[in-house]
Structure formats: C-alpha cells, structure tokens
C-alpha cells in the first residue's frame, strides 16, 4: 500500500470515528450515566463489530446487502427501530440510580449486533473495501493493513467519548442537568435513526 493510500486511509478514519454518531452518543450517554467501567463493554464491542463487518464485506456479502433492497431495508428498519428503543429509555433517565438499575443497558453482544442494523456502516464498510482492498494483487496484505486502523480508530474514538462523559459524570449529577443531557442524547439517536433511513449512500458511521 502506498504512503498516499494509507494517509487517505488515516483521515477517513480519524473522520469517521470522532464525528459524532451513535456509537460515540451511546458511549457517552452510558458512561456520564453509570460510569467509564459500565461503558467499556460497549467501546469493545464497537471494534469487534467494525472487524466483523470489514471481513464480511471483504468476502462479498456487503455487495449481496447492497444488491438486495429487502435485506437494505430489512437493516435500516431494524437499527431505526433499536436507535428509538435506546433513544426513548434514555430519554426518561433523570437519576444517576435509575440509570445504574436497567434503563441503560447495552452490553457487549447488543454493541456489537448494533453495527450490523446500521445500513451506513454496511456501506462504508464496502466503500472502504472497494477503495483500499478489493481488486489488488495483495488483498490479504491490504486487508490487514486496513482492519486494525479500522478497528483502532473505532476502540480510541468510543473510549474518548466514555471519558467525556465520566469526566461530566458528577457536574450532571446536580439539579435537572442529567435529565436534559440525556433527552439531548437521545434527541442525537434519533436524529441518527430517522437518517439511517435516507437515501443508499456512505456516511460517517462513529
């Protein structure tokens, strides 16, 4: 792989990840509302599910879910659906407690099964393999080039947006600012869901 392709390959990353998004929402919302270590299962699962995703686009069932309109929608009707749960349990957490009891619960399998019902992420995962690995005499090289700068810029991304929010864990504690922090974040998942329904097209997916 060339410099110049991998320093492409680098600031669509560094793009990709930090743009917020919902992982980077969910990371947040979880760890200002039960802390960093509650998140961490969800920044694991980010990475896992990225690498899972690039090996199957790499194989070709990313072409097979853009080919298939009832598979494309199938994922966009399933990750709008989830995104909405999540939005609406969040949206009625107004005590650090009640958080830490169920109304924020994403563990390592949901993280993980939640990149794969976001239509966007299916086609940035086959835009990035169409672009960096598909079609050249060193596939298998390519591949693992781009997986673990992949999977590295999700995991710093997530963890990044985890320490935000337990960095504001305690200041939210006060008053009503944890009430309206979450129907923020959940304003942000929404949003995120009703544009996962939108058009076929890539986009940042952190």
Same mark, same amino acid.
């Given at each position: 792989m060339l410099w110049t392709e991998f320093t #492409?390959? %680098?600031l669509l990353a560094?793009?990709? &990840?930090?743009?917020?998004?919902?992982?980077? #929402?969910?990371?947040? +919302?979880? +760890?200002?509302?039960? @802390?960093?270590?509650? &998140? *961490?299962?969800?920044? %694991? #699962?980010?990475? $896992?599910?990225?690498?899972?995703? %690039?090996?199957?686009? &790499? $194989? @070709? $069932? /990313?072409a097979l879910v853009a080919q298939v309109p009832a598979l494309r929608w199938g994922i966009q009707l399933g990750g709008c659906s989830y995104l909405l749960w999540l939005a609406w349990r969040l949206a009625g957490t107004r005590q650090l407690a009640q958080a830490r009891a169920d109304r924020l619960q994403v563990g390592f399998g949901q993280g993980v099964l939640l990149?794969?019902?976001?239509?966007? +992420?299916?086609? %940035? #995962? *086959?835009?990035?393999? +169409?672009?960096?690995v598909a079609g050249q005499p060193?596939? @298998?090289?390519?591949? /693992?080039?781009v997986v673990p700068v992949?999977?590295?810029?999700?995991?710093s991304s997530n963890l990044t947006y985890a320490c935000l929010g337990a960095v504001l864990r305690h200041w939210l504690a006060q008053g009503q600012r944890l009430l309206w922090f979450n129907r923020g974040m959940a304003l942000l998942l929404a949003v995120t869901a009703l544009w996962m329904l939108q058009g076929q097209t890539p986009g940042f997916v952190p």
């Open positions: #492409a390959l %680098l560094t793009a990709m &990840s930090f743009t917020p998004g919902p992982n980077t #929402a969910l990371a947040t +919302a979880m +760890a200002a509302n039960a @802390g960093l270590r509650h &998140s *961490l299962r969800f920044v %694991l #699962a980010v990475p $896992v599910g990225w690498c899972l995703l %690039l090996l199957l686009c &790499s $194989v @070709g $069932v /990313g990149q794969f019902v976001n239509i966007k +992420a299916w086609f %940035l #995962a *086959l835009t990035i393999i +169409a672009g960096w060193n596939m @298998g090289l390519r591949l /693992g080039i992949m999977v590295f810029f999700a995991f």
